[in-house]
């Protein structure tokens, strides 16, 4: 049900099923992956930092809870604790592609494009032919040419 109601968007009705599952005390860490996850759907810092400390007290040293760490570090707006979150992430698990993405992004938005650009080489090193990877970094090649070519265009 949980992932039914997330797929239409129905955050809360989501929210509800998984403090359900919590109250009924049926908590694995799987149920506070989700809580986090959809937390930060739903953009409530609170709630997802309280889901967090409850990740941290069943799987410390897993690659998912060092990305929801990164992922609360940003909406909370810490982009340096975001950062060393997917970083941890990734030594965690060299092969878990979404936080290479997030880490370019996290650097595209900062102004560190070379970095952007060597975290995805590093990434694509990795992870050879992951398609989503590749269409990624190339709609951010593109995006990034755009701009830079913007800002230094003697037209500008």
Not at 7 to 23: D, H, L, N, T, W
Not at 24 to 31: G, K, P, Q, R
Request: with cysteine; charged share 30%; net charge positive.
């Amino acid at each position: 049900r949980f992932f039914r109601l997330k797929k239409q968007g129905r955050f809360k009705e989501a929210m509800e099923v998984i403090k359900a599952s919590e109250k009924w005390h049926l908590v694995t860490a799987e149920v506070y992956f989700k809580h986090t996850a959809l937390a930060l759907d739903l953009k409530d810092r609170a709630e997802a930092e309280f889901a967090l400390e409850k990740v941290m007290t069943v799987q410390p040293f897993h690659e998912y809870t060092a990305y929801l760490q990164g992922q609360v570090a940003l909406l909370k707006g810490q982009g340096d604790e975001a950062e060393k979150a997917f970083q941890r992430a990734i030594e965690l698990e060299p092969r878990y592609s979404l936080c290479y993405l997030k880490l370019a992004e996290l650097y595209l938005s900062s102004g560190k494009y070379q970095e952007a650009a060597d975290i995805m080489e590093r990434g694509l090193s990795i992870l050879g032919n992951d398609a989503g990877l590749w269409n990624t970094l190339r709609s951010e090649e593109r995006r990034v040419g755009k701009e830079c070519r913007s800002r230094w265009s003697p037209y500008h």
